[in-house]
Each structure stands twice: as C-alpha cells, then as structure tokens.
C-alpha cells in the first residue's frame, strides 16, 4: 500500500468518526422557562353570589278587608309617614244561600212581633201609671178631709212609683225589640252592585304609609282583592344599602377568614366593587348541583363597601362575581404552576444551569390560581422550565425556545 492510499485511509476513518460522534452528541431540547421573581401575591376564592337590600321591609294587612287597586308600583320612591302605600276597606258581606235568607227573614218577622209588644207594654204601663196618679190625687183630698189614713195615702205614692218603673221597664224593652229588629235586618244586607273596585275609598277605609323612606321593592298583587289578616301586601327597602349573599362548598367556607376582602367584577358596570364578609352561617344546607351530586353549602354574607354613587344601578337580586381573598402578602418569592410537578410525596421544578436541565425539590406554601410562593428549593433569578415534556431528564441538555 502506498503512502498516498495510507493517508486517504486514515482520512476517511477520522471522517467517519467525527460523523459518528455528531450523530451520538446529544442536541439541546428547546422548552419554554419563567425567572422566579418577587412581587405581591394572593389567593382567592372564585363565586357567584346575589345582591340584596340589607333590611327590606314587608307590608302586611293589619286587618282582614278589601284592598284598593295598588297605590303605588315597584320603582316607586316613597317618604316615610308620607306615601300611601295601601289601602284596606270593610269586606262586602258575602251572599246567602236560599236556607241563610229564609232564617234571616224570620229572623226579622220574629223581632218585629217583639217590637209590637214591646209597644204594646208601653202602653199599658202608661194606662196603669195614669190610673195610679188619679188614685193618688184622690187620695191627697181624701187624707186631708180625714176620710183615709196617712198609712193608704203612702201606699197609693208607692202604687206610683211602681207604675213609673214600670213603664221605664216596658220603654227599654222596647228599645232591646228594636234592636234585635236592626240586626235581624243587617243579616239580608249584601254585597253593594253599585261600588265599583275603582271607586275612591271612604272614610271608613285604613291607609297605610311607607315606614321608611326607600323604593318599592315588590307587589304582591296591584288588584283589588279580599285579604285575611297579616297577607303580605309589598316590600319597601333603601336599594342604597345592599349586601350580597352567596353560598360555598363546605370545605371552601372553612378556608375563608372572617373579615376576608373580597372584589366583585363583572357585575353590569366599570371597575371593581370592594366588599368585606360579614358573616358564615354555621350551618350548612344541601343542594343538588346540576351534575346530580348532592353539595353541603354554607351561606356567607358580604357587605358591600363601595359608595351607592359608584354603583349606580345595582338593584336588588341582582348576579355578582365575587372574588374572596383567603390569603395576600406584598412580597412572596413567586414559581409558575406550570413549572411544578409532583415528585414522590412532594414538588419538585428542572431549574436551567449552565444550558442543564436541573431537577431540584421545591418546597411551596399558598397556592394561588396561576403561582405557587416558594418557601426553600429554589432563589430569586433562577429560570425554570415551564410544562417539562417526559423527555426532559436531570442533565439533560436544553435551550430557550
């Protein structure tokens, strides 16, 4: 072999070689990284929840009545101790069936005969109170003449006074018979043809006014209508004053502190409301979700914090998107979520050193909607890779994307 075929050999081998190691050499993968860096970070509860007026009032009638076509509608402002908000007139008297008005009749044919002998009483009593006088009179000259004792004339007086009584018996009577006659006779009295349920109430009807001064909030039923005692006649309440209410999963209600901050967005205007939770109700209730699965929910009140003159519009029973802050600070050392991953029975991040891929244990905290803050594991600066393919192992090789 010639030195010249020697040489090309050798050549080729080292080509060959050089071919092999760039086929074998490992080449970087490009990922997706996040620097871990510092700023303020909170987690919050997302829900929904409806506003309310804080303390309606509902308008029941006092008595049972008829009332009048609604004075007022829902909308309407009213002053307290100004604005008649109902009105309550004496109920008709029902009709009689055929037996009712057979009995009221001889009800009335019954106190009518009571009358005439009460009248008939009276004047027999005045006929004996007459005669009693004349025999007194009579009496008086005879006991002067000496004819009678003094002993029969005080008899005869006493005669008298019995007859006097006894027509003041009779009169009452007689009264008590008419009486008896007026309300045998109110029995037939029925429903007026004439009064129509537009007429203009009488002095006879109750009106009552607004308790406070507020908006109408709902109407039972604006037609005239027979109500009993204590039916709800309609709701007034200050639509400036609102709280919103909402109802969370058990396990949620649990992590909500008292007196937790909370954002409504999306409720129909510009900007962000700012409320605070009052209250967590300590019982729960079960709702059946729209997947069929039965839920213990907790109610939980707010109360709204933002001035009625930045809210304008926002009524009663209106739908709010809350946003409940669990937990905030200004400074925690943040990671993405999409840069985590479990790791046996903890979390772990590939952190990028020196163009390595990088598996490291990361011990988080709170956990918020699209950040996790970082307690130990990894350092301000660092870069991590988001969304780590199974491919990506601890060294390998990995560039920017």
């Known amino acids: 072999m010639t030195v010249t075929r020697k040489i090309t050999a050798a050549g080729m081998a080292a080509m060959l070689a050089g071919a092999l190691v760039w086929a074998l050499w490992p080449t970087p993968q490009p990922v997706d990284m996040a620097t871990i860096s510092r700023g303020p970070m909170e987690v919050v509860l997302l829900a929904e929840g409806l506003t309310r007026v804080r303390e309606p009032y509902v308008i029941t009638a006092p008595m049972a009545g008829t009332t009048t076509r609604s004075p007022v509608q829902i909308g309407d402002q009213v002053q307290a101790g100004e604005t008649v908000v109902a009105v309550i007139q004496p109920a008709d008297p029902a009709l009689m069936d055929a037996r009712s008005r057979a009995q009221a009749e001889a009800a009335i044919a019954e106190a009518e005969a009571s009358v005439v002998l009460a009248q008939t009483n009276i004047a027999r009593a005045d006929s004996a109170l007459a005669h009693a006088r004349q025999q007194y009179e009579r009496g008086q000259g005879l006991a002067q003449a000496g004819t009678i004792s003094q002993r029969m004339l005080e008899e005869l007086q006493q005669a008298v006074t019995v007859a006097t009584q006894a027509v003041a018996v009779a009169q009452a009577e007689h009264d008590l018979a008419r009486a008896a006659l007026w309300r045998a006779q109110a029995q037939l009295t029925g429903p007026d043809p004439q009064r129509l349920p537009q007429d203009a109430p009488g002095e006879c009807c109750v009106q009552l006014f607004a308790p406070l001064t507020g908006i109408v909030l709902d109407v039972s039923d604006r037609n005239a209508r027979q109500v009993a005692a204590g039916t709800p006649l309609l709701t007034l309440g200050d639509i400036t004053d609102l709280e919103i209410e909402t109802d969370l999963l058990s396990a949620d209600a649990l992590r909500v502190p008292p007196g937790a901050r909370a954002m409504i967005e999306r ?92 598996l490291v244990e990361v011990q988080i905290g709170q956990q918020a909607r699209d950040s996790a803050e970082v307690l130990a594991g ?24």
């Open 267 to 358: 409720w129909g205007g510009e900007g962000l409301l700012e409320a605070r939770v009052r209250r967590i109700e300590p019982a729960a209730f079960t709702r059946i979700s729209a997947l069929g699965i039965e839920e213990q929910r907790v109610r939980v009140a707010l109360d709204l914090l933002t001035a009625p003159t930045e809210r304008a519009g926002l009524g009663d029973q209106f739908r709010v998107h809350l946003r409940i802050v669990l937990w905030e600070t200004p400074d925690a050392l943040r990671i993405p979520n999409g840069a985590l991953f479990r790791q046996g029975d903890g979390w772990a991040a590939f952190r990028e050193t020196g163009g390595r891929a990088e």
């Open 378 to 401: 990894l350092s301000e600066g660092d870069r991590v890779i988001l969304y780590p393919a199974a491919s990506i192992a601890d060294g390998a090789a990995v560039t920017a994307r």
